[in-house]
């Protein structure tokens, strides 16, 4: 029953959310046609004990995409920020976005 | 125009509902139809947009994806960091006046009214109701009056206004068209043991 | 009716004014408002009130709690009829109706109880070593005969007539328990502005101080207590309420029993509520649980907690016992003695330490009451009911068997071998407890963040201390509330005595047997009739770990989770294995604390609201033509229009046909619609799909094809080109949802520079898809404003005009090969506009058709749909490896090149036709070649297969199915229906080789029907291949 602080709206209940999987991968350029980068953004997965970014859908909430880091041990959330951003976390406080 | 059929068709009946009480606890309200028109940016720009609804709408565009700001009978509510919905009764063709002057560089628009089914819920026992499925907090303190929220009530989702109101808590909740119904028939169930009552369609 | 013939004469939170009469095994009695089940047959004399789970013994009222191994109960009847219910947590209602359990013919005379006899077959492990090797076998044989000996109550088959609801409700803090801890934490907290909830299991708050013996002092503080609580506005009191579970982010599932103290909930009442609570800090005032000491046949109905006795006699005005003897190795058992003893009772103290305070031991003989001293029950003695105990001396610091010292004549014995603090909450959060030797008690570990404890969870006994501590984390959760403002109100110590409540344990877990007698059973976990025998059975075989032996014996596995059991059973093994019990180690609380039944967390969700429903803006419409339903995802489809007397093959067939002959008219808004706008959308299309449509033109349209990143085909649909930076994009109705999310997830994570807006609009548009020869005559007839030649819209255009004062967008796009268009209408005119096209359609011979025969429409023409985009095949799986731009990368461009992928040997798609006239054809059947087929011989006397091409043998291991076909075929079908047009089944399939194996005839094979089907392969293309009939 994780709760996690959307940016956009605020500490929100897991059901509103869909798991995206890893985002500690970068998805290769388009034009980059090496299967080997490519299977290893797909294929290759880190399953660390402790923190670990992962992308989070806020689907039934603004539809932004999330990379919250998470303790997979204690499930604690340790940072929330938008996917699309890539400067520092916000450490789960609501930002305003005007 | 043909008419606007409602989502909720056969199974919406006016009359009272569940436990009789002396007071309603819930009431229960198809709205008529919205104008609900999308506004999408992009974050470069968006500062500027917000500006111009601001100067040619004279609505303030809120700055956080909870609050609601209405002029009129126009509210914007911000639905996701660069995208709005205006929510417009007669007004609506001011705002698409107003939208058709953006070009695709500075905002899209698109059309959502026939998408959702707008149920407005009052009496003593809204917030209770509304919690049986919806897991936001709807106390004073965390859920003022023109604030709103999106999320999911029994697996649907939905956004979920509040009202201001002078007469008790007042929610609208915008239900995806196609799930209106079995949210209507959840809705029903949930408030029966309340008591209260269905209003006629305004 | 009988006599209330152990009900005092005053006292106790009871209501003699309201006499409630139930049933227990169809016998009638009566109690009083304020009963639980328990104390209303302990109040008429009824003792024995079950049979142990494995052996049968008789078995009493043990506890007055939620800890009650031993009084599980059957309530009710018919389709409300529960079983494995403790007696003590039920709330006595008129008409109740209860039934003991896990025997027969009768309670008293058990046709199973020889069972005990042989307990010794039946010791820890036994299925273990009874089941394997060379007996498995038997397990068969005897495993209905085993599972009806032991067991408990069985279910009802019924469907559950009552309602549940679920809840969501969030505070500031979150109060378990209303002691008196419980409620000072809440009424501090209150007081501070925060907003509490208080959760209490019983039916009225006031926790251990119901069961206090009657003074005016501590009953009047909770008075005042609970009325300064119900005064605050801020302060929610939630009764009859478990807190079950505590998760995640401080969220707490409770259980709410809204109706069960009833006989069936009032009209529109749920049964029970599940709430969820988000709370910012929780208290945990859960207080403790008694524990008993483990002697010689510890288990018979007269034996029970002393706390027990305490709170029957006080609570509830019951004498459990005339005569008794509490037996005990702490000073807290004396409040009993002396309370039983003011009942009325003959007590005797039997007292394991050498000493006991001098205060202690002149209140105790003031009362009137006989204290031995060094002295254990070696055994109790009787045969339905305790009649005496047999005392032994014993030394504590070295507990040996010795003789039978005495006996003392009793019905009721009275146990306390020390108390442990409910922790259950606090262990959920990964918080293990620690064994504090002083006490005796598992003691709260590292308090999880945002927790707290108080009182007798936090190891209190004195009501002044209990308070006290109350306070104190009422405060803490106000700071740490940022409430800090001074907490208003009276001292809520005020006009209480200083506390002067001793405990002074010293351990004994277990009684060694009197020596000079047979060796009774020694029950440690009751429930489940887990003896001190099968703890050192199970040490004995290496099972030391406490989560081993929990796993060998199934101690602490019942539905009361050892709340009794489990720290005798840490003692135990500490002692034979001679460790402190700190460093034995504790097993893993895990939710929930108490059983919640399946109702309850299913909530709402059954029946009609098993899940959402999907509806089309003319679902309604279908549903009055009387059309067939059918399920997709969420979505609720026309399946097929019957006419009366016509089957479902009837009814597609026939509109299948029709719509290749004239024209048909079909509902296709569940397919995913999507709003795709912004500088970049072409570019970003471009990316998606793997066809190109950067050239797309304005005002026509594209079938396209996305795959996943790894390269396999994710979705299909038709994009159309509205205006400059604006497209309409069409998915499957399956992958509707998937595909949003995953443009999302381009736009936001990788592809960030572009400039482009997705939206789903599925719910804004009705679309119907009008198709056949005649469409366009029907079209023209609804849509007057569009000019529908082929040059002013060609295949694959896209216009925008009106059906009357509908606006409409039509596409002239076919999934049936015929000439067809989707038109598309704001929803709410949806079904307006699909009357219209209905009663135009009357003179161009209109068909309504649904799925089925859209499916069939599509598969004549090889067009792939879901059982085909199953998430396994490729493009050039699918006979669309063409599609695939070589001038562009796109998303899954790099991996579908991969070796798997391109393996030249992967099933291709396929048509499949039937060899014969006979046979059935099955989606899901399997593909085999016919030169690989063995076939069965006995030359050797035992089944063998012989491969008919190379003369290979293997066992026979597949009985039934008969195919001679092994393993995983080199195909499957994946598709099938009736052809109206070729008159004959045909279907789509996968195949290893694909088209190179035209002609050839191969296995289709269904073992789960044991089906072998002749199939020949043809091209998917059945119907007009050349694609004349779309311009038709």
Redesign the interface.
């Given at each position: 029953?994780?709760?996690i602080t959307c940016p956009?709206?605020?500490e929100?209940?897991y059901?509103?959310f869909?798991y995206?999987g890893d985002?500690e991968n970068?998805?290769?350029e388009?034009?980059?046609?090496?299967?080997g980068?490519?299977?290893d953004?797909?294929?290759f997965r880190n399953d660390p004990k402790g923190e670990h970014a992962e992308?989070w859908?806020h689907?039934?909430?603004?539809?932004?995409?999330l990379r919250v880091v998470r303790n997979t041990v204690?499930?604690e959330?340790i940072s929330v920020r938008?996917?699309?951003e890539t400067d520092a976390p916000t450490q789960g406080k609501?930002v305003?976005?005007? | 125009m043909a008419d606007i059929r409602s989502a909720l068709g056969s199974v919406y009946k006016a009359g009272p509902l569940g436990t009789p009480r002396d007071f309603p606890g819930v009431t229960l309200q198809e709205q008529s139809p919205r104008n609900l028109i999308q506004l999408s940016g992009w974050p470069d720009s968006f500062g500027a947009i917000c500006e111009s609804i601001a100067a040619r709408l004279g609505i303030r565009v809120p700055v956080d994806c909870l609050t609601v700001t209405t002029h009129d009978d126009v509210s914007i509510l911000r639905v996701g960091p660069t995208r709005l919905w205006f929510v417009c009764g007669a007004s609506s063709a001011r705002v698409r006046a107003f939208t058709e002057t953006l070009g695709a560089g500075d905002a899209v628009t698109t059309e959502i009214g026939h998408s959702r089914t707008v149920l407005r819920i009052t009496g003593s026992e809204a917030r209770t109701v509304l919690n049986r499925g919806l897991p936001i907090d709807l106390d004073d303190r965390a859920f003022p009056e023109n604030v709103f929220a999106q999320s999911v009530i029994h697996h649907i989702p939905v956004l979920v206004h509040r009202l201001p109101s002078s007469d008790g808590p007042a929610f609208d909740v915008y239900v995806s068209r196609e799930y209106a119904v079995s949210f209507w028939e959840w809705l029903v169930e949930a408030a029966a043991p309340l008591g209260g009552r269905i209003l006629e369609s305004a | 009716m009988t006599s209330q013939s152990h009900r005092l004469k005053t006292g106790g939170h009871i209501d003699r004014s309201k006499a409630i009469s139930f049933r227990f095994d169809g016998r009638a009695y009566t109690g009083f408002a304020g009963d639980t089940l328990a104390s209303a047959l302990l109040a008429n004399g009824v003792m024995l009130v079950g049979r142990s789970f494995k052996y049968h013994r008789p078995r009493g009222i043990f506890t007055a709690g939620i800890e009650e191994p031993n009084a599980l109960v059957t309530m009710r009847s018919g389709a409300r009829h529960e079983p494995n219910l403790p007696a003590t947590k039920i709330e006595l209602y008129d008409g109740l109706e209860a039934f003991s359990q896990n025997r027969w013919p009768s309670l008293k005379h058990d046709a199973m109880s020889f069972v005990d006899l042989f307990s010794k077959a039946f010791a820890a492990g036994f299925y273990y070593k009874t089941f394997i090797g060379p007996t498995q076998g038997s397990w068969m044989l005897y495993e209905k005969f085993i599972r009806k000996a032991a067991g408990m109550g069985d279910p009802t088959t019924q469907p559950d007539p009552d309602r549940y609801e679920k809840a969501n409700a969030f505070c500031d803090l979150l109060v378990v328990g209303s002691g008196a801890s419980g409620l000072a934490s809440a009424i501090t907290a209150g007081r501070a502005g925060l907003r509490v909830i208080l959760v209490e299991d019983d039916a009225v708050p006031g926790g251990s101080l119901l069961a206090a013996a009657n003074d005016p002092k501590s009953a009047g503080w909770l008075t005042a207590a609970l009325a300064e609580l119900a005064a605050l506005p801020n302060v929610k009191v939630m009764t009859r309420t478990c807190a079950f579970g505590a998760y995640d982010a401080m969220t707490f599932a409770l259980l709410e029993r809204v109706s069960d103290h009833q006989k069936v909930p009032a009209p529109h009442q749920p049964r029970q509520r599940y709430w969820r609570v988000r709370a910012e800090r929780a208290i945990l005032a859960t207080g403790m649980i008694e524990r008993p000491i483990v002697f010689g046949n510890n288990d018979l109905p007269g034996v029970m907690l002393a706390s027990a006795a305490r709170t029957y006699a006080n609570r509830h005005a019951v004498a459990p016992g005339k005569r008794v003897v509490v037996f005990t190795n702490n000073d807290t058992a004396y409040a009993a003695a002396r309370d039983l003893r003011a009942a009325g009772a003959d007590v005797a103290v039997v007292d394991a330490r050498a000493r006991i305070s001098a205060a202690l031991a002149a209140q105790t003989t003031a009362a009137g009451i006989a204290v031995h001293l060094g002295c254990a029950v070696g055994r109790a003695n009787g045969g339905r009911h305790v009649r005496s105990v047999d005392l032994v001396p014993i030394d504590l610091r070295n507990p040996q068997r010795s003789r039978i010292r005495q006996r003392l004549a009793c019905d009721l014995l009275a146990v306390s071998g020390g108390w442990t603090p409910t922790l259950q909450l606090l262990g959920q959060r990964g918080s293990k407890p620690v064994y504090d030797e002083k006490t005796a008690m598992l003691a709260a570990g590292k308090i999880p963040e945002g927790f707290d404890i108080a009182g007798g969870a936090a190891g209190e006994f004195d009501l002044t201390a209990k308070i006290e501590s109350g306070v104190r984390a009422g405060l803490a959760a106000a700071a740490a509330c940022d409430q800090a403002q001074a907490a208003q109100g009276r001292s809520l110590l005020e006009g209480l005595p200083a506390g002067t409540t001793t405990f002074n344990i010293e351990p004994l877990w277990l009684v060694p047997h009197p020596l000079n007698t047979r060796p009774k059973k020694r029950f440690v976990d009751l429930q489940h009739d887990v003896g001190a025998d099968d703890i050192e059975l199970a040490h004995r075989e290496g099972y030391v770990s406490v989560e081993h032996l929990k796993r060998y014996t199934t101690l602490g596995m019942a539905n009361d989770q050892g709340k009794t059991s489990n720290l005798n059973a840490l003692g135990i093994m500490a002692g034979i294995r001679g460790r402190p019990i700190g460093e034995v180690g504790t097993t893993t609380f895990r939710p929930p604390f108490r059983p919640v039944s399946i109702g309850a967390l299913t909530g709402p969700e059954t029946g009609l609201h098993f899940r959402p429903i999907r509806r089309s803006p003319m679902h309604d419409w279908h549903l009055a033509q009387g059309a067939a339903i059918t399920t997709t995802g969420l979505w609720q489809r026309a399946w097929y229009f019957p006419r009366p007397g016509e089957s479902k093959s009837d009814a597609y067939i026939r509109e299948t046909a029709k719509v290749r002959q004239s024209v048909g008219l079909t509902d296709v808004s569940s397919l995913g619609k999507i709003d795709i706008q912004g500088p970049d959308a072409a570019e970003f299309l471009n990316r998606v799909y793997v066809n190109g449509f950067l050239t797309l033109p304005v005002g026509r349209a594209r079938y396209g094809v996305m795959l996943r990143p790894d390269g396999i085909v994710m979705d299909d649909g038709t994009t159309s080109r509205i205006s400059e930076h604006h497209y309409f994009m069409t998915t499957t109705t399956a992958g509707a949802g998937k595909v949003m999310s995953h443009l999302e997830y381009l736009l936001q994570t990788a592809w960030t520079d572009l400039r482009v807006h997705v939206t789903s609009v599925t719910g804004q548009w009705a679309g119907m898809a009008v198709a056949g020869p005649r469409s366009r005559e029907l079209l023209e007839k609804v849509i007057t404003d569009i000019d529908f030649s082929d040059d002013a819209l060609p295949f694959m255009g896209v216009c925008h005009g009106h059906a009357g004062d509908i606006p409409v967008r039509v596409l002239r796009i076919s999934f049936s090969g015929e000439r067809a268009y989707e038109v598309y209408a704001a929803a709410g005119y949806g079904q307006e506009l699909w009357q219209r096209f209905h009663d135009q359609g009357k003179s161009c011979d209109l068909v309504v058709y649904g799925v089925e025969a859209l499916g069939a429409l599509r598969i004549e023409k090889g067009h792939v749909a879901g059982g085909e985009l199953e998430g396994r095949t490729t493009l050039a799986d699918l006979g669309l490896g063409k599609m695939a731009s070589t001038r562009k990368p796109f998303l899954g461009s790099a991996l579908m090149q991969r070796q798997g992928l391109t393996d030249p040997l992967r099933p291709q798609l396929v048509g499949l036709e039937l060899a014969a006239s006979e046979g059935t054809l099955r989606a899901g059947a399997i593909l085999c070649d016919p030169a690989t087929r063995y076939s069965r011989s006995f030359a050797n006397g035992s089944p063998t297969l012989v491969n008919n091409a190379s003369g290979a043998s293997a066992r026979d291991f597949t009985p039934g199915n008969g195919s001679g076909h092994m393993g995983h075929g080199i195909g499957f079908v994946s598709s099938v229906t009736y052809s109206p047009e070729l008159k004959r089944n045909i279907a789509l399939g996968f195949l290893s080789g694909g088209m190179a194996r035209k002609g050839e005839q191969i296995d289709a094979v269904s073992p789960l029907n044991g089906e072998l089907t002749k199939v020949r392969v043809t091209s998917p293309h059945f119907v007009d291949p050349e694609g004349e009939r779309l311009h038709g």
């Amino acid at each position: 029953m994780l709760r996690i602080t959307c940016p956009y709206c605020g500490e929100r209940d897991y059901v509103e959310f869909g798991y995206g999987g890893d985002a500690e991968n970068t998805m290769p350029e388009l034009s980059d046609t090496d299967i080997g980068r490519w299977a290893d953004y797909v294929f290759f997965r880190n399953d660390p004990k402790g923190e670990h970014a992962e992308f989070w859908h806020h689907q039934h909430g603004c539809r932004q995409w999330l990379r919250v880091v998470r303790n997979t041990v204690t499930h604690e959330v340790i940072s929330v920020r938008p996917a699309s951003e890539t400067d520092a976390p916000t450490q789960g406080k609501q930002v305003e976005v005007a | 125009m043909a008419d606007i059929r409602s989502a909720l068709g056969s199974v919406y009946k006016a009359g009272p509902l569940g436990t009789p009480r002396d007071f309603p606890g819930v009431t229960l309200q198809e709205q008529s139809p919205r104008n609900l028109i999308q506004l999408s940016g992009w974050p470069d720009s968006f500062g500027a947009i917000c500006e111009s609804i601001a100067a040619r709408l004279g609505i303030r565009v809120p700055v956080d994806c909870l609050t609601v700001t209405t002029h009129d009978d126009v509210s914007i509510l911000r639905v996701g960091p660069t995208r709005l919905w205006f929510v417009c009764g007669a007004s609506s063709a001011r705002v698409r006046a107003f939208t058709e002057t953006l070009g695709a560089g500075d905002a899209v628009t698109t059309e959502i009214g026939h998408s959702r089914t707008v149920l407005r819920i009052t009496g003593s026992e809204a917030r209770t109701v509304l919690n049986r499925g919806l897991p936001i907090d709807l106390d004073d303190r965390a859920f003022p009056e023109n604030v709103f929220a999106q999320s999911v009530i029994h697996h649907i989702p939905v956004l979920v206004h509040r009202l201001p109101s002078s007469d008790g808590p007042a929610f609208d909740v915008y239900v995806s068209r196609e799930y209106a119904v079995s949210f209507w028939e959840w809705l029903v169930e949930a408030a029966a043991p309340l008591g209260g009552r269905i209003l006629e369609s305004a | 009716m009988t006599s209330q013939s152990h009900r005092l004469k005053t006292g106790g939170h009871i209501d003699r004014s309201k006499a409630i009469s139930f049933r227990f095994d169809g016998r009638a009695y009566t109690g009083f408002a304020g009963d639980t089940l328990a104390s209303a047959l302990l109040a008429n004399g009824v003792m024995l009130v079950g049979r142990s789970f494995k052996y049968h013994r008789p078995r009493g009222i043990f506890t007055a709690g939620i800890e009650e191994p031993n009084a599980l109960v059957t309530m009710r009847s018919g389709a409300r009829h529960e079983p494995n219910l403790p007696a003590t947590k039920i709330e006595l209602y008129d008409g109740l109706e209860a039934f003991s359990q896990n025997r027969w013919p009768s309670l008293k005379h058990d046709a199973m109880s020889f069972v005990d006899l042989f307990s010794k077959a039946f010791a820890a492990g036994f299925y273990y070593k009874t089941f394997i090797g060379p007996t498995q076998g038997s397990w068969m044989l005897y495993e209905k005969f085993i599972r009806k000996a032991a067991g408990m109550g069985d279910p009802t088959t019924q469907p559950d007539p009552d309602r549940y609801e679920k809840a969501n409700a969030f505070c500031d803090l979150l109060v378990v328990g209303s002691g008196a801890s419980g409620l000072a934490s809440a009424i501090t907290a209150g007081r501070a502005g925060l907003r509490v909830i208080l959760v209490e299991d019983d039916a009225v708050p006031g926790g251990s101080l119901l069961a206090a013996a009657n003074d005016p002092k501590s009953a009047g503080w909770l008075t005042a207590a609970l009325a300064e609580l119900a005064a605050l506005p801020n302060v929610k009191v939630m009764t009859r309420t478990c807190a079950f579970g505590a998760y995640d982010a401080m969220t707490f599932a409770l259980l709410e029993r809204v109706s069960d103290h009833q006989k069936v909930p009032a009209p529109h009442q749920p049964r029970q509520r599940y709430w969820r609570v988000r709370a910012e800090r929780a208290i945990l005032a859960t207080g403790m649980i008694e524990r008993p000491i483990v002697f010689g046949n510890n288990d018979l109905p007269g034996v029970m907690l002393a706390s027990a006795a305490r709170t029957y006699a006080n609570r509830h005005a019951v004498a459990p016992g005339k005569r008794v003897v509490v037996f005990t190795n702490n000073d807290t058992a004396y409040a009993a003695a002396r309370d039983l003893r003011a009942a009325g009772a003959d007590v005797a103290v039997v007292d394991a330490r050498a000493r006991i305070s001098a205060a202690l031991a002149a209140q105790t003989t003031a009362a009137g009451i006989a204290v031995h001293l060094g002295c254990a029950v070696g055994r109790a003695n009787g045969g339905r009911h305790v009649r005496s105990v047999d005392l032994v001396p014993i030394d504590l610091r070295n507990p040996q068997r010795s003789r039978i010292r005495q006996r003392l004549a009793c019905d009721l014995l009275a146990v306390s071998g020390g108390w442990t603090p409910t922790l259950q909450l606090l262990g959920q959060r990964g918080s293990k407890p620690v064994y504090d030797e002083k006490t005796a008690m598992l003691a709260a570990g590292k308090i999880p963040e945002g927790f707290d404890i108080a009182g007798g969870a936090a190891g209190e006994f004195d009501l002044t201390a209990k308070i006290e501590s109350g306070v104190r984390a009422g405060l803490a959760a106000a700071a740490a509330c940022d409430q800090a403002q001074a907490a208003q109100g009276r001292s809520l110590l005020e006009g209480l005595p200083a506390g002067t409540t001793t405990f002074n344990i010293e351990p004994l877990w277990l009684v060694p047997h009197p020596l000079n007698t047979r060796p009774k059973k020694r029950f440690v976990d009751l429930q489940h009739d887990v003896g001190a025998d099968d703890i050192e059975l199970a040490h004995r075989e290496g099972y030391v770990s406490v989560e081993h032996l929990k796993r060998y014996t199934t101690l602490g596995m019942a539905n009361d989770q050892g709340k009794t059991s489990n720290l005798n059973a840490l003692g135990i093994m500490a002692g034979i294995r001679g460790r402190p019990i700190g460093e034995v180690g504790t097993t893993t609380f895990r939710p929930p604390f108490r059983p919640v039944s399946i109702g309850a967390l299913t909530g709402p969700e059954t029946g009609l609201h098993f899940r959402p429903i999907r509806r089309s803006p003319m679902h309604d419409w279908h549903l009055a033509q009387g059309a067939a339903i059918t399920t997709t995802g969420l979505w609720q489809r026309a399946w097929y229009f019957p006419r009366p007397g016509e089957s479902k093959s009837d009814a597609y067939i026939r509109e299948t046909a029709k719509v290749r002959q004239s024209v048909g008219l079909t509902d296709v808004s569940s397919l995913g619609k999507i709003d795709i706008q912004g500088p970049d959308a072409a570019e970003f299309l471009n990316r998606v799909y793997v066809n190109g449509f950067l050239t797309l033109p304005v005002g026509r349209a594209r079938y396209g094809v996305m795959l996943r990143p790894d390269g396999i085909v994710m979705d299909d649909g038709t994009t159309s080109r509205i205006s400059e930076h604006h497209y309409f994009m069409t998915t499957t109705t399956a992958g509707a949802g998937k595909v949003m999310s995953h443009l999302e997830y381009l736009l936001q994570t990788a592809w960030t520079d572009l400039r482009v807006h997705v939206t789903s609009v599925t719910g804004q548009w009705a679309g119907m898809a009008v198709a056949g020869p005649r469409s366009r005559e029907l079209l023209e007839k609804v849509i007057t404003d569009i000019d529908f030649s082929d040059d002013a819209l060609p295949f694959m255009g896209v216009c925008h005009g009106h059906a009357g004062d509908i606006p409409v967008r039509v596409l002239r796009i076919s999934f049936s090969g015929e000439r067809a268009y989707e038109v598309y209408a704001a929803a709410g005119y949806g079904q307006e506009l699909w009357q219209r096209f209905h009663d135009q359609g009357k003179s161009c011979d209109l068909v309504v058709y649904g799925v089925e025969a859209l499916g069939a429409l599509r598969i004549e023409k090889g067009h792939v749909a879901g059982g085909e985009l199953e998430g396994r095949t490729t493009l050039a799986d699918l006979g669309l490896g063409k599609m695939a731009s070589t001038r562009k990368p796109f998303l899954g461009s790099a991996l579908m090149q991969r070796q798997g992928l391109t393996d030249p040997l992967r099933p291709q798609l396929v048509g499949l036709e039937l060899a014969a006239s006979e046979g059935t054809l099955r989606a899901g059947a399997i593909l085999c070649d016919p030169a690989t087929r063995y076939s069965r011989s006995f030359a050797n006397g035992s089944p063998t297969l012989v491969n008919n091409a190379s003369g290979a043998s293997a066992r026979d291991f597949t009985p039934g199915n008969g195919s001679g076909h092994m393993g995983h075929g080199i195909g499957f079908v994946s598709s099938v229906t009736y052809s109206p047009e070729l008159k004959r089944n045909i279907a789509l399939g996968f195949l290893s080789g694909g088209m190179a194996r035209k002609g050839e005839q191969i296995d289709a094979v269904s073992p789960l029907n044991g089906e072998l089907t002749k199939v020949r392969v043809t091209s998917p293309h059945f119907v007009d291949p050349e694609g004349e009939r779309l311009h038709g």
